[in-house]
């Protein structure tokens, strides 16, 4: 199991990075991203709070990696919120996509597939020409466990075959009770007609370019 959308009390989850790499350790996860909510005004902060805890990493029995999730900024923004996030050591970046239960600015999904992030997390009903920039540029669309935000998931995997983009699975995890066994994840991919294993492979392939 991976999961690379988890939120630490660096912004509104409940946990402390190392509760967080101890929890999914005991349900015997390969990899965990802490992607808490950025946006200008705390990004330099959140990536420096856990890159201290990260230094220490390797004595996990899960890797861990130094995210970002890029929340409700607004389009023209995004891309100077990216390329900040890099330059500060951000490993994975995530965007807060179009979810249909909140009030993302409507425009959100494609300025974020035009940067170079790694995931857009629950598109909502995120259009073709948004998916089919995505699949060009080789960034992935979640496919998520979360509340409301999953309402979505069965469009998502959809659309996402039908112009090629790859889907990783989530939890959106602020909460230890949102953390999920393989086995629930195994319904929810089958739910969207999609295999766990492929899913599992996706989030791989980011976690091993990482080079962790």
């Given at each position: 199991?991976i999961?690379?959308?988890?939120?630490?009390?660096?912004?509104?989850g409940?946990?402390i990075?190392?509760?967080?790499?101890?929890?999914l350790?005991?349900?015997?996860?390969e990899?965990v991203?802490?992607?808490?909510?950025?946006?200008l005004?705390?990004l330099?902060?959140v990536i420096?709070?856990?890159?201290?805890?990260?230094?220490?990493?390797?004595?996990?029995?899960?890797?861990?990696?130094?995210g970002?999730e890029?929340?409700?900024?607004p389009?023209?923004l995004i891309?100077?919120?990216?390329?900040?996030?890099?330059e500060e050591g951000?490993e994975?970046i995530?965007?807060h996509g179009?979810?249909?239960v909140?009030p993302v600015?409507?425009?959100t999904?494609f300025?974020?597939?035009?940067?170079e992030?790694?995931?857009?997390?629950h598109?909502?009903l995120?259009?073709?020409?948004?998916a089919?920039l995505?699949?060009?540029?080789g960034?992935?669309?979640?496919?998520?466990?979360?509340?409301?935000?999953?309402?979505t998931?069965?469009y998502?995997?959809?659309?996402?075959?039908?112009?090629?983009?790859k889907?990783?699975?989530?939890?959106?995890a602020?909460?230890?009770?949102?953390?999920?066994?393989?086995?629930f994840?195994e319904?929810?991919a089958?739910?969207?007609?999609?295999?766990l294993?492929?899913?599992l492979k996706?989030s791989?392939s980011?976690?091993?370019?990482?080079k962790i």
């Amino acid at each position: 199991m991976i999961d690379l959308h988890v939120h630490s009390i660096f912004s509104d989850g409940e946990l402390i990075p190392s509760e967080i790499a101890r929890r999914l350790e005991s349900l015997d996860y390969e990899a965990v991203c802490i992607a808490d909510h950025v946006d200008l005004s705390n990004l330099s902060s959140v990536i420096e709070k856990l890159w201290k805890f990260a230094e220490d990493r390797e004595e996990y029995g899960v890797k861990v990696l130094v995210g970002v999730e890029i929340t409700h900024v607004p389009p023209k923004l995004i891309g100077k919120v990216v390329r900040r996030a890099r330059e500060e050591g951000a490993e994975v970046i995530v965007v807060h996509g179009e979810t249909i239960v909140e009030p993302v600015a409507e425009g959100t999904n494609f300025a974020a597939v035009q940067e170079e992030i790694d995931i857009l997390s629950h598109p909502g009903l995120v259009n073709e020409k948004t998916a089919e920039l995505a699949a060009e540029n080789g960034i992935y669309f979640e496919i998520t466990t979360r509340r409301g935000h999953s309402l979505t998931n069965g469009y998502v995997a959809k659309i996402a075959k039908e112009f090629g983009v790859k889907l990783v699975l989530n939890t959106d995890a602020h909460s230890p009770s949102d953390f999920i066994s393989k086995d629930f994840a195994e319904k929810v991919a089958k739910g969207c007609n999609l295999e766990l294993e492929e899913l599992l492979k996706n989030s791989r392939s980011i976690v091993r370019r990482k080079k962790i």
